[in-house]
């Protein structure tokens, strides 16, 4: 059973601290991805990864970094948050050459 | 870049009714469109798929259409009940040769069933 945790459940920051949210999936997949979800506009990709150290900016990339060090883990980091990046954030991943997505619980952002 | 629209943002129904929720692709190239359902504090998780060269896919109560000319596609959910009231998505997807495989998401429709 694919198992894809995510390091917390909920986080409240303030206005331009250095954010890190932690993925990491067991099955062995070579791509993570990094999506927030907000309420009308569904899900939309900030970054992914199909190999350790290898990334590409999705549609919203804008504030946002990634981390991948080692193929079970792929971190997302916001360099200077700001309150409009208070979101869920959702992780995922997938086999290469395969289609299906496996997502985390999901982190509730706030940026107060 | 693809864009997937997706109506009715919600959706009530009545239990044993049918549901249907539709959402229109721009690349014509994209070739997979999976649906997620997503119950209240839960993650999403893939319910249903179909490829383009398929114009229909059941699994039981559930069935995804599509139309590449029109370039949209449909989920029906027939005899509905309690369980599946959830927030739905769908996405496009078009096959790369490397690399991960891109899902563009929809906007989401919240469906519910009332008993």
């Known amino acids: 059973d694919v198992k894809v945790t995510q390091s917390s459940r909920y986080l409240v920051k303030r206005t331009g601290e250095k954010v890190f949210l932690e993925c990491v999936q067991d099955?062995?997949?070579?791509?993570m991805f990094w999506y927030r979800q907000d309420p009308g506009l569904g899900l939309r990709l900030i970054y992914f990864?199909?190999?350790?150290?290898?990334?590409e900016k999705g549609d919203i990339p804008e504030g946002y970094s990634v981390s991948r060090e080692k193929k079970e883990r792929f971190s997302l980091i916001l360099e200077s948050a700001s309150t409009n990046q208070t979101s869920m954030y959702l992780c995922?991943?997938?086999?290469?050459?395969?289609?299906?997505?496996?997502f985390g619980p999901g982190t509730r952002l706030t940026v107060l | 870049g693809e864009n997937v629209e997706q109506h009715p943002s919600t959706l009530s129904v009545q239990e044993g009714d049918s549901a249907v929720i539709k959402c229109t692709y721009s690349?014509?190239?994209?070739?997979?469109f999976p649906w997620y359902k997503q119950e209240l504090g839960k993650r999403p998780q893939l319910i249903i798929d179909?490829?383009?060269?398929?114009g229909e896919k059941k699994d039981q109560r559930i069935a995804v259409t599509l139309n590449k000319t029109a370039k949209h596609f449909s989920l029906h959910i027939t005899e509905t009940q309690p369980e599946d009231s959830a927030v739905y998505f769908c996405?496009?997807?078009?096959?790369?040769?490397?690399?991960?495989?891109?899902?563009?998401f929809g906007q989401g429709t919240r469906l519910t069933i009332n008993p």
């Open positions: 990864s199909y190999d350790v150290k290898m990334k």
């Open positions: 179909i490829r383009s060269n398929v």
């Open positions: 995922a991943s997938s086999l290469i050459g395969r289609n299906e997505q496996f």
């Open positions: 099955m062995d997949h070579e791509n």
């Open positions: 690349d014509s190239a994209s070739n997979y």
């Open positions: 996405a496009a997807s078009l096959t790369r040769i490397q690399g991960a495989q891109k899902l563009v």
